[in-house]
């Protein structure tokens, strides 16, 4: 299964809570907001979708 991840660069309020909890390390923060640059090795699980307060990330399956 493949997923494709994406932040709205406008929700993002760049606490890094999805960086610290992502376990495949799909998230860098660029100019102090997250962006989704490993998201080939994302696996689904969704911990990003929970700890993200303004609900900025967006997980699909592809
Ligand atoms: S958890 Fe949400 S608000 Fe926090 S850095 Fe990640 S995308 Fe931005
Ligand atoms: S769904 Fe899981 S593996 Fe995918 S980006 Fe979010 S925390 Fe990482």
């Known amino acids: 299964m493949a997923f494709d991840v994406t932040v709205d660069q406008e929700k993002c309020e760049g606490c890094e ?3 610290d909890v992502c376990p495949v390390e799909v998230f860098e923060m660029i ?3 997250s962006s989704p640059v490993n998201a080939d090795e994302c696996l689904g699980c969704e911990s990003c979708i929970e700890v993200c307060e303004p ?3 967006t997980v699909e399956e592809t």
Do not use: L, N, S
Request: contains cysteine; charged residues 35%; glycine residues 12%.
């Open 31 to 33: 100019d102090g907001k």
């Open 17 to 19: 809570e999805c960086v």
């Open 55 to 57: 609900v900025a990330i």
